[in-house]
């Protein structure tokens, strides 16, 4: 490769998955190559966010942790896993139906687990660097070579170079947004493919024994499109009495939803109704102390699609938030994060070993996330939409009587359900909202099959990319008009 470079790899954006694509470059090449992490943040903040701290659901499966440890050797603890849990359980609006999602996993401390990732980054010799705003990639002869910005702590200019730059800088990333080369990577987001969510962390006093509303041993989700309209309610359980409650809206439904009701509530108003509205929470105060201080409440905006159809380009990867990795149908982001941050720092080490970090020679990496976890992505994307559209009522009466223990089986291990049962029932289905909803339910586990199979078809090389995404754009703008 002409020139010489001042790193191997440089990581924008010292998050979650940032610093795992550190970690794991430095295992894969025996700590042989030289790495920077990069983050806007000062180290007793790395990985924030927002002026509102790490916010976040803070859930994960705990398959997603053991994929890292199995491959990385990366093994989290106490105080970064704050609280285990034994799986899911949703809740119909009525309140008469749970569904109870086994899987264990776990509840973080995004703030202590950075303090975690420093010390692996660090141990395996990744250097740090604090207090840079990554403004933008430095490009010649038609590929990245590094980026640049400004060193807040010193004011002065920053400009490093490299082989690889990857990019974790997050949704919003300007990294991506202003990609200067001609690429297959998708530079915006549609605004219809974010949802605007909040929590709270609070302690509480326990009111009363309604494991409906609290379980310190399941996460527990409320679907409700008046409470939470094209979103959801959540209360993951920090402990006892420790809790994670919050919610998120898709803007057009919740539009919708104050519209119809006459009335015109913010984000935070809704998130303060949810809590008060909560029968098991008595006396709720901040969480504070060194695990939780400048982290008790916050609004983020989260990407609920599939993740971008191409992620590489010369000299650059896409990792996480960055690439909307987030998974459609829940929004959660830290699993697949740590799967592709983990496969990223394989596929870099691979590619500078061989002296090229060309789109051609990265492309693998497209594969290699679709095959461990992106293959599902788009079919719940077109099943995220369906369920938007749906009224509480059709709610209660598909989760009563659509959902299959196999449905239940593929929804655990993030998969789309197959809805067999609406066949089994046939003409017993009563009502015409519920017999449209069965013929969607149909329709979205045909499609599903459809969209899995053509990713496990993605092409080998760029070469095949723009007939696979013309294909797969079709399906999608097929499915997108029957859920409109």
């Known amino acids: ?6 790193y191997d790899i440089i990581v924008a954006g010292g998050g979650l998955a940032g610093m795992i694509v550190g970690t794991s ?39 997603t942790v053991d994929y890292m440890a199995e491959r990385i050797h990366i093994n989290w603890g106490k105080p970064e896993i704050e609280h285990p849990v034994k799986g899911v359980v949703a809740f119909s609006p009525d309140h008469e139906t749970k569904v109870a999602f086994d899987g264990e996993g776990y509840i973080l401390n995004r703030k202590m687990l950075p303090q975690r990732q420093m010390a692996d980054c660090k141990k395996m010799g990744v250097e740090l660097k604090e207090r840079v705003a990554i403004r933008s990639l430095i490009i010649e002869n038609n590929a990245v070579i590094g ?9 002065t200019p920053f400009k490093k170079t490299a ?4 990019d974790c800088t997050g949704v919003t990333s300007v990294l991506r947004t202003n990609f200067p080369l001609k690429s297959y990577i998708e530079r915006r987001i549609d605004r219809d493919d974010l949802e605007a969510t909040g929590r709270y962390i609070y302690n509480f006093e ?4 309604d494991k409906t509303y609290f379980d310190p041993d399941y996460c527990i989700i409320h679907l409700d499109q008046k409470l939470a309209p094209g979103g959801y309610g959540w209360v993951f359980p920090k402990g006892k009495t420790k809790v994670n409650i919050g919610l998120g809206v898709q803007q057009k439904a919740f539009e919708a939803r104050n519209k119809e009701m006459g009335v015109n509530p913010n984000l935070t108003t809704l998130i303060n109704e949810y809590v008060q509205a909560n029968p098991t929470i008595k006396n709720p105060t901040l969480a504070d102390g060194e695990m939780d201080d400048g982290n008790a409440w916050g609004t983020w905006q989260v990407s609920v699609r599939r993740q971008n159809d191409c992620m590489v380009s010369n000299g650059y990867m896409l990792v996480g938030d960055s690439a909307w990795m987030p998974k459609p149908l829940d929004a959660g982001g830290i699993g697949p994060a740590i799967i592709a941050a983990t496969i990223a720092g394989k596929d870099a080490v691979e590619a500078i070993e061989a002296n090229d970090t060309s789109e051609r020679n990265l492309w693998k990496y497209n594969k290699h996330f679709i095959n461990d976890y992106g293959y599902k992505t788009a079919g719940l994307e077109v099943f995220r939409r369906m369920l938007q559209g749906l009224t509480n009522d059709q709610i209660n009466y598909g989760m009563k009587h659509f959902l299959s223990k196999m449905d239940i089986d593929k929804i655990t291990k993030g998969e789309h359900p197959e809805f067999s049962t609406v066949d089994k029932l046939g003409m017993m289905i009563r009502g015409a909202m519920n017999k449209k ?13 459809k969209l899995t199979d053509h990713y496990y078809n993605y092409p080998e090389t760029p070469d095949g990319f723009s007939a696979w995404q013309k294909t797969l754009h ?7 008009a029957k859920y409109k």
Do not use: H
């Open 206 to 209: 326990l009111a009363n024994d």
């Open 437 to 449: 909803l069965a013929e969607d339910l149909r329709y979205c586990a045909s499609i599903n099959k």
């Open 163 to 166: 082989k690889l730059v990857v």
């Open 25 to 63: 470059a430095a295992y894969y090449s025996k700590q042989k190559l030289k790495i920077l992490v990069i983050d806007r943040n000062a180290f007793p903040q790395q990985g924030m966010k927002t002026i509102s701290g790490w916010v976040c659901g803070d859930a994960v499966g705990r398959n």
């Open 147 to 155: 980026v640049e910005g400004e060193d807040l702590a010193s004011k």
């Open 474 to 480: 079709g399906m999608l703008q097929e499915a997108f």
């Open 1 to 6: 490769m002409p020139g010489q470079r001042d």
